[in-house]
C-alpha cells in the first residue's frame, strides 16, 4: 500500500484547522479506500492517543480505545455528514471509546472530596484564611510543575477527575460532557466546580505565597 | 446556575433579600458562576463588593483561575509531545483490525 503525497491532516491539539483536501479524503474513506483510512491511521492516531491518555491514563487501556475508536469510525464513516470536521469527529469518537471502558472498568460511585474542598465555620468565614499563590515557574523547573499538576490531576476521585478533563482540557461545553456521561448540565457543572476546588486544594502546598497574603 | 445546587442559590437570593449578606462560604459555593458571569447583576454586585473587602477571598478566586489555567497548561499537546507518539505497534493492530495491509513504515 503506497501513501499518497499529503499535508498533515491535522496538527495535535489544533483540530479546528480544515484541510483542502478533507472533503476528498473523506469521500475516499466513504469507498472503502485502504490508503485513505491508513493515511488517518498515521496521522490522526496519535492525537486520539493523547486524547486516550489524558482520560485513561493506563496505557493498554489507551490503546485499545484507540483501536475502538478507528474500528468504530470506519464502520460508521457512511454517517458522517461533514458538519463538523474529520479531526472533531474522531476526537468525540475517541472520548466516546474511553468512557466505554471506564464504565466497563468499573462504577462510577461518587467518591467524596473531604478533606479536598474549603471548610467553613458556622458563620460562612472559612477555617483557615487562603494565601496568595505565587507565579508558576518557568525554565527547568516548569516541566517539574506540570508534572505535579498532571500528577495532581490523576490524585482527583475519577467521578471528578473526568469531568475536568472533558471539560477544562478536552475542551469539551458542559452540554457535550453532560451528554456523554448521561447526566445534567447542572450535574456537570457542580462536579467541575468540585474538581477545581480539589485541585485547587492538592496544588495549594506548592503555590502558596507563604510570606504574602494578599 | 452553575455549580452550587439551585437549592443553595435559591437560599442565598432569600438571604440576600432579607438583608443578609454574601459570605465567605457563598462566595467559594459560587465561584463558577461568578466567573461564568452567570450571576444575576445584583449578586455579581455584592459578590464583588465581598472580594473587595476580603483579601482570603480574592486570593481564593485567583488561585482558582490560576488552577484551571496550569492544568489546562500541563496537560495541553504542546507540553506533553510524548503523549502523541503511536507506538508502530499500535498503527499495525489498527490497521490489520480494519483489514488493511499497511505495517509500520518510517516516518
Same mark, same amino acid.
Given at each position: 500500500?503506497?501513501?499518497?503525497?499529503?499535508?498533515?491532516?491535522?496538527?495535535?491539539?489544533?483540530?479546528?484547522?480544515?484541510?483542502?483536501?478533507?472533503?476528498a479524503?473523506?469521500?475516499?474513506?466513504?469507498?472503502?479506500?485502504?490508503?485513505?483510512? $491508513? %493515511?488517518?491511521?498515521? $496521522?490522526?492516531?496519535? %492525537?486520539?492517543?493523547?486524547?486516550?491518555?489524558?482520560? #485513561?491514563?493506563?496505557?493498554?487501556?489507551?490503546?485499545?480505545?484507540?483501536?475502538?475508536?478507528?474500528?468504530?469510525?470506519?464502520?460508521?464513516?457512511?454517517?458522517?455528514? *461533514?458538519?463538523?470536521?474529520?479531526?472533531?469527529w474522531?476526537?468525540?469518537?475517541?472520548?466516546?471509546?474511553c468512557?466505554?471502558?471506564?464504565?466497563k472498568?468499573?462504577?462510577?460511585?461518587?467518591?467524596?472530596?473531604?478533606?479536598? #474542598?474549603?471548610?467553613?465555620?458556622?458563620? *460562612?468565614?472559612?477555617?483557615?484564611?487562603?494565601s496568595?499563590?505565587?507565579?508558576?515557574?518557568?525554565?527547568?523547573?516548569?516541566?517539574?510543575?506540570?508534572?505535579?499538576?498532571?500528577?495532581?490531576?490523576?490524585k482527583l476521585?475519577?467521578?471528578?477527575?473526568?469531568?475536568?478533563?472533558?471539560?477544562?482540557?478536552?475542551?469539551?461545553d458542559?452540554?457535550?460532557?453532560? +451528554?456523554?456521561? +448521561?447526566?445534567t448540565?447542572?450535574?456537570?457543572?457542580?462536579?467541575?466546580?468540585?474538581?477545581?476546588?480539589?485541585?485547587?486544594?492538592?496544588l495549594?502546598p506548592s503555590?502558596?505565597? +507563604?510570606?504574602?497574603?494578599? | 446556575?452553575?455549580?452550587?445546587?439551585?437549592k443553595?442559590?435559591?437560599?442565598?437570593?432569600?438571604?440576600?433579600?432579607?438583608?443578609? !449578606?454574601?459570605?465567605?462560604?457563598?462566595?467559594?459555593?459560587?465561584?463558577?458562576a461568578?466567573?461564568d458571569?452567570?450571576?444575576?447583576?445584583?449578586i455579581r454586585?455584592?459578590?464583588?463588593?465581598?472580594?473587595?473587602?476580603?483579601?482570603?477571598?480574592? !486570593?481564593?478566586?485567583?488561585?482558582y483561575?490560576?488552577? /484551571?489555567?496550569?492544568?489546562?497548561?500541563?496537560?495541553?499537546?504542546?507540553? !506533553?509531545?510524548?503523549l502523541?507518539?503511536?507506538?508502530?505497534?499500535? /498503527?499495525?493492530?489498527?490497521?490489520?483490525?480494519?483489514?488493511?495491509p499497511?505495517?509500520?513504515k518510517?516516518?
Amino acid at each position: 500500500m503506497t501513501q499518497a503525497p499529503h499535508q498533515p491532516l491535522s496538527p495535535e491539539g489544533a483540530p479546528k484547522v480544515e484541510l483542502p483536501d478533507e472533503s476528498a479524503l473523506i469521500a475516499k474513506l466513504k469507498a472503502g479506500d485502504a490508503a485513505a483510512y $491508513e %493515511r488517518v491511521v498515521r $496521522e490522526m492516531g496519535g %492525537r486520539m492517543l493523547a486524547v486516550a491518555r489524558r482520560i #485513561l491514563v493506563d496505557e493498554n487501556e489507551s490503546q485499545d480505545a484507540v483501536q475502538d475508536a478507528f474500528v468504530s469510525a470506519f464502520r460508521n464513516i457512511g454517517k458522517f455528514e *461533514g458538519n463538523s470536521q474529520l479531526a472533531t469527529w474522531l476526537h468525540r469518537i475517541t472520548v466516546n471509546a474511553c468512557l466505554m471502558r471506564l464504565r466497563k472498568k468499573r462504577r462510577q460511585d461518587e467518591v467524596s472530596l473531604d478533606g479536598l #474542598l474549603p471548610s467553613f465555620a458556622a458563620d *460562612g468565614h472559612p477555617a483557615h484564611a487562603v494565601s496568595a499563590w505565587k507565579h508558576a515557574p518557568s525554565g527547568e523547573e516548569l516541566a517539574e510543575t506540570r508534572n505535579s499538576i498532571r500528577a495532581a490531576i490523576e490524585k482527583l476521585p475519577e467521578h471528578y477527575r473526568i469531568v475536568l478533563v472533558l471539560r477544562d482540557i478536552e475542551g469539551l461545553d458542559t452540554a457535550q460532557t453532560a +451528554e456523554l456521561l +448521561e447526566t445534567t448540565e447542572a450535574a456537570v457543572k457542580i462536579r467541575l466546580h468540585r474538581a477545581r476546588q480539589a485541585l485547587r486544594e492538592l496544588l495549594d502546598p506548592s503555590f502558596r505565597d +507563604e510570606g504574602h497574603e494578599g | 446556575m452553575s455549580a452550587g445546587a439551585p437549592k443553595e442559590f435559591s437560599d442565598l437570593v432569600s438571604r440576600l433579600e432579607s438583608g443578609g !449578606n454574601i459570605t465567605c462560604r457563598d462566595c467559594s459555593e459560587f465561584l463558577m458562576a461568578y466567573l461564568d458571569s452567570e450571576l444575576g447583576t445584583d449578586i455579581r454586585t455584592r459578590f464583588e463588593q465581598h472580594l473587595d473587602r476580603c483579601c482570603s477571598c480574592r !486570593n481564593y478566586v485567583e488561585s482558582y483561575r490560576q488552577t /484551571v489555567q496550569l492544568a489546562k497548561e500541563a496537560c495541553c499537546p504542546k507540553a !506533553n509531545p510524548h503523549l502523541g507518539k503511536m507506538p508502530p505497534e499500535l /498503527v499495525s493492530a489498527i490497521l490489520s483490525s480494519l483489514g488493511c495491509p499497511g505495517g509500520p513504515k518510517k516516518p
